[in-house]
């Protein structure tokens, strides 16, 4: 006995069609909104993990620089004992740059907490370079008789605080893993050894 067969009405064809192309329709909307919604919640991830940065109160635009994130300008200056630290050899850690100077009261006060910074990040990627604006080595070695847990530089010229917008001091930037300058801190803070701050620290170096 022969198989009956069912024919397909052109009502139902029009609706197959028509179901056909909203599928396409929302696969396609899914793929195009799908990079963005996982890109936002990335940025909502990282903006979560470096929340504790806020209790330095940085600042979102720089003079020259303009609105951060930015790349950070390179330069290499050299240590007490000659040895030259070049800004974009320390990719891949997160740099902290302060530029101060001794005759500076305000830098003065924040220093105490620079050096335990670097004391309890030195088993890990960072860099605290602190750039003395100086008139000579002779100042800034009086100023630490027993050393610097900070990579410790000299920048007599002020030519490297010019490029990255500072007149007055102390101010600092916070550099991540890929060179981009994620926070501007004007004047001193005495929270840089906290532990929200050490936090923010492990976030750019998880990133």
Same mark, same amino acid.
């Given at each position: 006995?022969?198989?009956?067969?069912?024919?397909?009405?052109?009502?139902?064809?029009?609706?197959?069609?028509?179901?056909?192309?909203?599928?396409?329709?929302? =696969?396609?909307?899914?793929?195009?909104?799908?990079?963005?919604?996982?890109?936002?919640?990335?940025?909502?991830?990282?903006?979560?993990?470096?929340?504790?940065?806020?209790?330095?109160?940085?600042?979102?635009?720089?003079? =020259?620089?303009?609105?951060?994130?930015?790349?950070?300008?390179?330069?290499?200056?050299?240590?007490?004992?000659?040895?030259?630290?070049? +800004?974009?050899?320390?990719?891949?850690?997160?740099?902290?740059?302060? @530029?101060?100077?001794?005759?500076?009261?305000?830098?003065?006060?924040?220093?105490?907490?620079?050096?335990?910074?670097?004391?309890?990040?030195?088993?890990?990627?960072?860099?605290?370079?602190?750039?003395?604006?100086?008139?000579?080595?002779?100042? =800034?070695?009086? *100023? @630490?008789?027993?050393?610097?847990?900070?990579?410790? +530089?000299?920048? %007599?010229?002020?030519?490297?605080? %010019?490029?990255?917008?500072?007149?007055? @001091?102390?101010?600092? @930037?916070?550099?991540?893993?890929?060179?981009?300058?994620?926070?501007?801190? =004007?004047?001193?803070?005495?929270?840089? *050894?906290?532990?929200?701050?050490?936090?923010?620290?492990?976030?750019?170096?998880?990133?």
């Amino acid at each position: 006995m022969p198989t009956p067969t069912t024919s397909i009405t052109p009502r139902q064809l029009a609706a197959y069609g028509v179901s056909g192309l909203v599928t396409c329709a929302l =696969v396609g909307y899914f793929a195009w909104a799908l990079p963005d919604a996982l890109q936002r919640g990335r940025e909502g991830v990282r903006r979560t993990r470096e929340a504790p940065c806020q209790v330095l109160r940085p600042t979102a635009q720089n003079p =020259v620089l303009g609105r951060l994130p930015q790349p950070a300008p390179d330069f290499a200056l050299k240590t007490y004992d000659g040895q030259e630290v070049k +800004l974009s050899s320390l990719r891949g850690r997160v740099v902290l740059v302060n @530029f101060w100077a001794t005759w500076c009261p305000t830098c003065v006060v924040e220093e105490p907490s620079l050096e335990r910074l670097a004391t309890q990040m030195k088993n890990k990627p960072f860099s605290l370079l602190a750039v003395s604006v100086d008139e000579n080595w002779d100042l =800034v070695r009086q *100023h @630490f008789p027993k050393g610097s847990a900070m990579t410790v +530089l000299l920048d %007599k010229d002020k030519k490297v605080p %010019k490029d990255y917008g500072t007149e007055k @001091f102390p101010e600092s @930037f916070l550099i991540d893993r890929d060179g981009n300058i994620r926070y501007f801190i =004007v004047s001193e803070r005495q929270l840089w *050894h906290t532990q929200e701050v050490r936090s923010c620290i492990d976030a750019l170096i998880e990133d």
